[in-house]
């Protein structure tokens, strides 16, 4: 990857570990950091019939797996991790000793967003894990669910008052089971959610080169963010014409 404009990154960009500290998450006294990632077309669709990928690239994939590899746990929501088919995330050698230098997991956990838990629980993203996976659901969640995906060896997180989700409390619960370095992988509306309530810290938006037309959904999709939030640029990369962005919340910004 090519700087357009980075802080003071230069050839280590072409390396995985080069982009692992280019990334870098704030230290973690600093308390949870939620980072956002997620592809859009040109013209602003989220996916391109049904699924990311194909508006993604080797290079984007590349450093979907280095934020992987820095967090300790991926948010997703249950319809995303239906259609893209989700599995566990896998322990990579090439992040071995820095993880186990933070002391994280060889790899990180997975915790799927879900309101009814009618999730696949004979899946691998519940049977082969390398870390048990999360399901985040609410205090109304039918207790026959909660059972089932605790039987399938999931760790069932209450993160709401009645049968949804409230981000900000996902956030906090994580946190105090040690996951404080959070990565959103989506959905739209997932997403939407967790910018409406002022929880999410950073994006890092790929800008794909392409255009679909349609009737996709743009990255968020959900509850309006009121006022705007504003984020200001971190860092912008390039390669083969997809545009790496990375924007962090400008907490000084009212909203």
Known sequence: ???????????????????????????????????????????????????????????????FGVLRALADVVVVGAETVRQEGYRPARARSAFAALRAADGQSPAPAIAVISRRLDLDLGTPLFTDPVVPTLVL????????????????????????????????????????????????????????????????????????????????????NGPGVAPPARFVPRSILEEDGFLFTRYVRDRRARG
């Open 137 to 220: 659901t609410g205090a109304g969640t039918p207790r026959a669910a909660a059972d089932a995906a605790r039987a399938a060896g999931a760790v069932v997180v209450t993160a709401g008052d009645g049968d949804g989700v409230d981000p900000v409390r996902a956030v906090r619960e994580l946190a105090a089971r040690g996951f404080a370095r959070l990565l959103c992988e989506g959905g739209p509306r997932i997403l939407a959610q967790f910018a409406a309530a002022g929880a999410v810290d950073e994006l890092c938006l790929t800008l794909s080169p392409l255009v679909t037309g349609g009737d996709a959904p743009r990255i968020m």
């Open 1 to 63: 990857m090519h700087p357009v404009t980075a802080e003071g990154q230069g050839e280590a960009l072409d390396t995985v570990l080069g982009l692992a500290g280019a990334y870098a998450y704030p230290p973690r006294e600093d308390g949870p950091w939620l980072r956002a990632n997620m592809v859009s077309s040109l013209d602003g669709a989220a996916h391109a019939g049904g699924r990311s990928a194909p508006l993604s690239s080797e290079a984007d994939m590349r450093l």
